[in-house]
């Protein structure tokens, strides 16, 4: 597969004195946040990538954050303790929600329902309240941990990767268990429904990238070998064109959302890429802008120049490189 895709990094932001492992969308379409090992919460502005703006600091790793459009708030999860919900703007802890289960590796929101999602490295998956924060719900359908949740709001239902291998379909407002497959050979570290929920994708410590039929009681669609090591996050693109993967092998990649060809690797050695795990990616509102975190401690801000057109569903451009 060729593709005309162009890839120019535009900024790297500096500042974190540890791993930075998530990123998560802002409440204006240029802002987005970071947090690390080093206990600290960033905000930063895509068009003032310079220093970013402290915005929390807590005493241990943050692996989760989730933005909260209405009321604009940002829910941390960090390595003990729980959740703490920040007023931005005012630079304070408005709640903090002590939950079990240790580390937290990832929060979801369905605003429809007004409830978020949290998941423990105990296989525990907290249900809350997104207003007051309070405890609704808790499952423990494994023992090993819950790495990723997805909602389908279309469908009700969330997607969560486990540690044991398996992905569970969950109903989103019981949290009763409707599916459960093994879906990888090792830990499923990232879900995520294309933007029209006709698929589910996976990725996975075995390096997988995996599709699924959500509306044919998720049978397997395609598989893909996709990286040499673990797959640790996958985003598509706000059109829902395209999304992004990637992994502990240094490496980006950008697919076709239609057809699972993969476009355009971004590198260390061809873009001045991550020079270690590549941990978390987010793709803002804007389809030219595509924002990835790493191991190395900095975030980088690329800028993707897309010449690939559609015309009835076959792609009509070519170029040499990936």
């Known amino acids: 597969m060729a593709s005309s895709i162009q890839v120019q990094k535009v900024a790297t932001l500096t500042g974190h004195q540890d791993c930075v492992y998530t990123l998560e969308q802002g409440g204006q379409p240029a802002i987005f946040y970071s947090a690390a090992g080093d206990?600290?919460?960033v905000a930063w502005d895509l068009e003032n990538p310079g220093e970013g703006e402290l915005v929390a600091r807590v005493s241990t790793s943050v692996y989760a954050l989730r933005w909260l459009p209405e009321q604009k708030l940002l829910v941390v999860g960090h390595n003990q303790n729980g959740l703490q919900v920040l007023d931005v703007p005012g630079k304070k802890i408005v709640k903090s929600v002590a939950l079990g289960g240790g580390?937290?590796?990832?929060?979801?929101?369905?605003?429809?329902?007004?409830?978020?999602?949290?998941?423990?490295?105990?296989?525990s998956?907290?249900?809350?309240?997104?207003?007051?924060f309070n405890v609704l719900q808790m499952r423990q359908y494994?023992?090993?941990?819950?790495?990723?949740?997805a909602y389908n709001a279309a469908r009700n239902e969330l997607a969560v990767g486990y540690s044991d291998h398996f992905i569970r379909i969950l109903e989103a407002d019981t949290l009763a268990l409707k599916h459960e497959f093994r879906a990888h050979q090792n830990s499923v570290f990232t879900v995520a429904y294309s933007p029209d929920g006709e698929y589910l994708l996976s990725g996975s410590r075995d390096a997988h990238l995996k599709v699924w039929l959500p509306q044919d009681g998720y049978q397997e669609h395609t598989s893909i070998i996709a990286h040499l090591f673990t797959i640790n996050n996958l985003v598509f693109s706000p059109d829902g064109q395209y999304f992004a993967t990637g992994s502990m092998d240094k490496s980006i990649k950008i697919w076709d959302a239609r057809t699972f060809r993969l476009l355009k690797v971004i590198d260390k050695a061809r873009h001045a890429g991550h020079g270690t795990s590549v941990n978390k990616l987010f793709w803002p509102a804007r389809v030219n802008s595509l924002v990835s975190c790493s191991d190395d401690r900095t975030i980088s801000v690329w800028e993707l120049n897309f010449s690939l057109r559609y015309e009835n569903n076959t792609i009509r451009d070519s170029a040499k490189n990936l």
């Open 125 to 132: 998956l907290f249900m809350l309240d997104s207003r007051e």
């Open 103 to 123: 580390a937290f590796f990832d929060i979801a929101y369905a605003p429809g329902l007004q409830k978020i999602y949290v998941g423990a490295a105990d296989g």
């Open 39 to 41: 206990g600290m919460v």
């Open 142 to 149: 494994a023992p090993k941990s819950v790495r990723c949740i």
